[in-house]
């Protein structure tokens, strides 16, 4: 009994006090304290790192290879100026090339298309879709002759002629409206066309007039403002100004502020519940004093009043339950807050990775651009454009009373027009999936090199006196690129690759409704399947975000970090769901604040250097501001909200080292109280142990002593100890 083997003293459960000690606890070897003032050996800026998943780096590589090819096919197939210049009714491109009819004029002057643009007016319906395929290649945008009676104020306009003798093509369309030059395109302006007291003409014009009046408006405004911008820019260039400095300062006085906002809020919460429910009581009282009695209202308002007091107890037990994580999750935020204090430099990383995405945006664009104009030239034919006055074909002849004439009859018109391909669809998914992901890979880049930096901070010193090392976002960056492009590049392939899906299902859901099979069931299915998918990206982006920040303070790859994350944010789920909670109160509080200074501020000095003159009283560059104020505190705060993610991150994995030498003041002190409940339960149960252990010696040593003159008590000693 005595012998090592069977010695049952405490120190033979070092998993046991592992584990039970922290909850964060990640099992494995303990890693020695460290020495005071220096940075950690092993995590953050001194962890061994080497290429993490070296396979998904390797596969994005030759994916963008492969999309590389796609774009190069493309780029020969496709033919952009057939969109940007557009395509006139025989496939010509206007403009460009030699056309396949004879026109009069310069051919290479015509780079804008006219539509033939007419209406129905016993339908009271413009015919703008049947006159898109039928557009006519112009030098200048064609009008209307002015004149006091109705149909003759038409113009007509050549349509080159005939095609190979087919009279079935009118050599010329009639001019209604008045139309400007707009994108290579005749844009016509459809209140330019005078009714002349035709009721069924009056009547389709105004069926657009409010909008057409708000256009108007808005129009007025925006010149307005575009001449208020330039003359008062300088109160744009203070207001920004304004908001950066105090962004600044809100995070230095956001450490002070943390406890009294929460303490506030819950307050606020409490009473508000406790007063909803009175409200709903008093109301309940007000109809039962009716004549007659409202019964069955005041049933429901007393269902209302008990429900919301309820809720108000439960919300005080809850709080006075996790008041403990809720100081924990103030403490840090408020460490938080002091990262983009000592390394200032971050809040540019996400003005950077910006101006990254705007190279794979113009990408994206032209991909599709081509995509969109790879097709052919097929001859189609197309029911042609009537004219129909109160239900009657009307003969339309030229604004000079020369003897041509045209009537216009709903017979059919074979036009050449331009079939595009049947894979396009696909081919603008691909490309959709491809800029998806980059998106997300550079968003990754940028909260990986944020999360570096925290941890450089958090694991620089112990206790309170953090020194981040010198060049910390350069050396963050580096470190991204260097070692972990792959982990980044796995975990924004899921998440585009499911945010793909959920786009080709909104194009299904499209299909579905164009071919008339929207019924109540379908739409219900597809309403479950985008409410999973989205659920899903959530999930995915928790989950990325989280192993993001673990890679970036040891090393690891995508799949074990997300385990160890995981791991650690569910032994701590009431801490990590109070920082989410306070998180989001504090940040946004901190957005409409900066906002709300900043356009004050400008609205001040607007008044002081006399920028309000003009018509909107210098509003519109307060609107402008606040705008900008609110960017650059979407900014700030995006960079705070991945500092305090890493932070309790960082405070989680610091609970399950030795000594939880490196967690700021404050947080060490709710360590070292889990610590010590954790030991001292520990004591209790190897005490018990040890009083069972005496109790199971006491039989065994009379059993020793009775065989011990036996012939073979050697054997049976022996035997009893290895029992």
Not at 383 to 412: D, E, Q, V, Y
Not at 473 to 494: D, E, N, P, Q
Not at 649 to 670: I, N, Q, R
Request: aromatic letters at 10%; one cysteine or more.
């Amino acid at each position: 009994l005595q012998s090592p083997a069977l010695s049952f003293s405490s120190h033979h459960f070092p998993t046991k006090t592992r584990l039970g000690a922290h909850n964060c606890a990640m099992g494995g070897p303990k890693e020695a304290p460290p020495a005071l003032g220096k940075a950690h050996p092993t995590l953050g800026i001194n962890a061994d790192r080497s290429c993490s998943d070296k396979l998904a780096l390797l596969l994005w590589i030759l994916i963008w290879l492969g999309f590389g090819y796609f774009c190069i096919t493309i780029f020969k197939a496709g033919d952009p100026d057939r969109l940007l210049l557009g395509t006139d009714y025989l496939g010509n491109i206007c403009g460009r090339g030699s056309p396949n009819v004879t026109v009069a004029g310069n051919w290479s002057q015509m780079r804008l298309l006219w539509y033939p643009i007419t209406f129905d007016l016993a339908k009271k319906k413009l015919l703008v879709k049947e006159a898109l395929k039928l557009g006519i290649c112009v030098q200048t945008c064609p009008a209307p002759v002015p004149s006091s009676s109705f149909l003759p104020r038409l113009t007509m306009i050549d349509t080159y002629g005939t095609v190979s003798g087919n009279a079935s093509v009118p050599a010329q369309w009639p001019v209604l409206f008045r139309s400007r030059p707009s994108f290579g395109r005749c844009l016509p302006n459809f209140f330019s066309f005078d009714c002349q007291n035709s009721s069924d003409c009056l009547q389709t014009l105004l069926n657009s007039n409010d909008t057409f009046a708000n256009a108007e408006e808005l129009t007025e405004t925006l010149n307005q403002g575009i001449d208020e911008f330039r003359t008062g820019w300088p109160s744009l260039v203070a207001g920004v100004t304004i908001a950066i400095v105090f962004s600044f300062i809100w995070l230095l006085v956001l450490r002070r502020l943390v406890k009294p906002v929460v303490v506030l809020t819950g307050i606020l919460v409490f009473v508000g519940l406790g007063f909803l429910g009175y409200v709903f009581w008093a109301w309940r009282a007000s109809k039962l004093a009716e004549d007659p009695p409202q019964l069955e209202t005041a049933k429901y308002l007393f269902i209302a009043a008990i429900v919301t007091w309820v809720l108000d107890f439960i919300f005080l037990c809850v709080v006075i339950f996790i008041h403990r994580d809720v100081l924990i999750a103030c403490d840090v935020i408020e460490e938080a807050t002091k990262v983009p204090v000592s390394i200032p430099s971050m809040v540019l990383i996400p003005v950077v990775s910006f101006v990254a995405i705007i190279p794979f945006v113009v990408l994206a664009l032209g991909v599709a651009l081509y995509i969109q104009s790879c097709g052919d030239v097929l001859s189609i034919t197309l029911p042609r454009p009537i004219f129909s006055l109160n239900g009657t074909t009307t003969n339309l002849t030229a604004a000079n009373g020369a003897a041509t004439a045209m009537a216009l009859a709903n017979t059919t018109v074979e036009v050449k027009q331009y079939e595009f391909k049947n894979w396009r669809i696909y081919g603008h998914l691909g490309n959709i999936f491809m800029f998806l992901w980059a998106f997300g890979l550079i968003n990754a880049i940028a909260f990986m090199t944020i999360s570096l930096c925290a941890v450089f901070w958090y694991f620089s010193a112990p206790g309170d006196n953090k020194d981040p090392p010198t060049g910390a976002v350069i050396r963050a960056a580096g470190v991204t690129l260097r070692y972990h492009l792959g982990t980044l590049a796995f975990g924004s392939f899921i998440v585009a690759l499911i945010q793909t899906i959920r786009i080709a299902c909104v194009v299904i859901e499209q299909k579905l409704r164009e071919a008339g099979l929207d019924g109540d069931q379908v739409k219900f299915l597809m309403k479950i399947l985008h409410c999973i998918l989205a659920c899903l990206e959530r999930i995915v982006k928790f989950i990325n975000k989280n192993a993001y920040i673990v890679c970036s303070m040891n090393g690891k790859s995508f799949i074990p970090a997300a385990r160890e994350a995981l791991e650690l944010l569910v032994s701590n789920a009431l801490s990590v769901g109070a920082v989410t909670v306070i998180g989001e109160i504090v940040m946004t509080f901190g957005k409409v604040l900066i906002t709300v200074v900043s356009g004050i501020s400008v609205y001040y000095i607007n008044k002081a250097m006399g920028y309000d003159q003009g018509l909107t009283g210098g509003m519109i560059l307060v609107v402008i501001v606040l705008f900008l104020a609110f960017l650059v505190a979407c900014l700030f705060t995006s960079v705070f909200s991945v500092c305090i993610d890493t932070i309790l991150l960082c405070y989680c994995k610091d609970k399950t080292e030795v000594e939880p030498a490196y967690a700021p003041d404050d947080l060490k002190s709710y360590i070292g109280n889990a610590q010590k409940r954790a030991l001292e339960k520990n004591a209790s149960e190897a005490a018990k142990h040890e009083k069972a252990l005496k109790q199971l010696a006491h039989p065994m040593t009379t059993l020793q002593k009775h065989v011990a003159g036996e012939p073979d008590a050697a054997t049976k000693i022996g035997g009893l100890e290895m029992l």
